[in-house]
C-alpha cells in the first residue's frame, strides 16, 4: 500500500503561483511513477502531470506546459507541483496518484491516490 497526502491548495487571483506538494509512505516511493489529476467542477478528471521514477522524464497536458512544473525528492518521498501565472481555468481539486507502472493519462491506471486539495484561482 502506499498512503498519498496532498497539501498546498488555496485560493490565490489569476497570475499568482501555487504549489502542491505529496507526501508518500508505505512502500518504495522511488520505484513508482508520480502524477497530478485535476477535476473541475461540472467537468471530468483529467490528466495534469506525471513525472518518472527517477524523475528523469516529466509530463504535461497542453494547457499547463510552461506554465507548471512537476518534480519530486525521492530522499523525502514527495512529489511537488509548482504552478504559476494561474488561470481561472487552473480551478479544480488536484489529486497525486502513484503507480509503479506508468500509466499515462487515465486516472484509473493509478493505483494509488489522494484525497486531493483544492485550488481556486479567481480572476
Known amino acids: 500500500q502506499v498512503q498519498l497526502v496532498e497539501s498546498g491548495g488555496g485560493l490565490v487571483q489569476a497570475g499568482d503561483s501555487l504549489r502542491l506538494s505529496c507526501a508518500a509512505s508505505?512502500?518504495?516511493?522511488?520505484?513508482?511513477?508520480m502524477g497530478w489529476f485535476r477535476q473541475a467542477p461540472g467537468k471530468e478528471r483529467e490528466f495534469v502531470a506525471a513525472?518518472?521514477?527517477?524523475?528523469?522524464?516529466?509530463y504535461y497536458i497542453d494547457s499547463v506546459k510552461g506554465r507548471f512544473t512537476i518534480s519530486r525528492d525521492n530522499a523525502k518521498n514527495t512529489v511537488s507541483l509548482q504552478m504559476n501565472s494561474l488561470k481561472p481555468e487552473d480551478t479544480a481539486v488536484y489529486y497525486c496518484?502513484?503507480?509503479?507502472?506508468?500509466?499515462?493519462?487515465?486516472?484509473?491506471?493509478?493505483?494509488?491516490r489522494g484525497q486531493g486539495t483544492q485550488v481556486t484561482v479567481s480572476s
Open positions: 513525472i518518472s521514477p527517477s524523475g528523469g522524464n516529466a
Open positions: 496518484v502513484a503507480d509503479r507502472f506508468a500509466g499515462g493519462t487515465s486516472y484509473l491506471n493509478y493505483d494509488y
Open positions: 508505505g512502500r518504495t516511493f522511488s520505484n513508482y511513477h
